[in-house]
């Protein structure tokens, strides 16, 4: 593996460099970050948003609901638990496997399926809620195209809620202690953040956009946006994760959680 680097990349190459990498990480991510996002709970991002209290949802009992990017798909187990008729969908194999095992450890059964959120593989008008921890947005190329596949899915009415790396984050380092608290980045550089193997593949592929570029790719899908959480560090945890950590979590924000629905 060589370093990081910022390149631009197609949509294919993008999601061949996600399936990749997921498909390799997925036991190591789970390994390293199993115990603080549990096998059935759904927690929205590093600073511990817990969906149980924070109800960024609403009820969701006997509502239909699809998540996007599922991983091993502990957020929809957790939501199985709570009555919704929820699917859940991941590009990597591997990490759907992994949720086969989580199923049977918990004998809660979410039904999973492997596609890409650019073209997700359900009929139109079919879902309640979409909504997505830290899954898929952030890996492709162009989230306008995913952004219409979720209203495409949605029902009139339908919610989207989902967290991805706060934009600001991006002109940081990824360096989580008081050595990160410094820019380094323009925030208006789009271009992705990009590792490749030693041949060059990309293996690995993270898309930036503005604050102002999830609003427009937002409302150009056809959403309206209600709201956007950006949670505080809670005090008290000393969880580092990543870029993710107290001394800078205090300071600046690291998540962005979008709320919106289609009208």
């Known amino acids: 593996m060589t370093g990081p680097v910022r390149v631009q990349l197609t949509e294919a190459e993008t999601s061949r460099a996600s399936r990749a990498y997921w498909n390799s990480a997925a036991g190591e991510y789970l390994a390293e970050h199993g115990d603080f996002l549990g096998d059935a709970r759904f927690i929205w991002c590093p600073e511990g948003v817990d969906e149980e209290h924070a109800q960024l949802l609403g009820p969701v009992r006997g509502r239909r609901i699809l998540e996007v990017g599922c991983g091993a798909a502990q957020c929809s187990r957790w939501l199985v638990e709570q009555g919704a008729d929820v699917v859940a969908f991941d590009i990597s194999v591997e990490q759907l496997r992994i949720a086969r095992e989580l199923d049977a450890r918990t ?42 596949e979720i209203a495409r899915t949605l029902k009139p009415g339908g919610l989207l809620v989902f967290s991805v790396t706060h934009p600001f984050r991006w002109t940081m380092p990824d360096d989580p202690t008081p050595a990160g608290l410094r820019i380094t980045h ?29 609003i427009r790719d937002l409302t ?44």
Do not use: N
Not at 139 to 145: E, K, P, S
Not at 224 to 245: H, I, K, R, Y
């Open 107 to 148: 004998g809660t059964v979410v039904r999973t399926v492997a596609a890409d959120a650019t073209a997700i593989p359900y009929r139109d008008a079919t879902f309640d809620i979409v909504c997505s921890a830290f899954g898929a947005l952030p890996f492709v190329a162009d989230a306008g195209t995913a952004l219409r």
């Open 186 to 214: 323009s925030y208006f550089d789009r271009t992705p953040y990009v590792e490749v193997d030693a041949a060059g593949t990309p293996v690995y592929a993270e898309h930036h956009r503005t604050t102002g570029d999830w």
């Open 220 to 263: 150009d899908a056809g959403f309206v946006v209600d709201d956007l959480l950006e949670p505080e560090w809670p005090a008290g945890q000393d969880l580092v994760w990543g870029g993710w950590g107290p001394d800078r979590g205090r300071l600046v924000p690291g998540t962005a959680i979008w709320s919106a629905h289609k009208p």
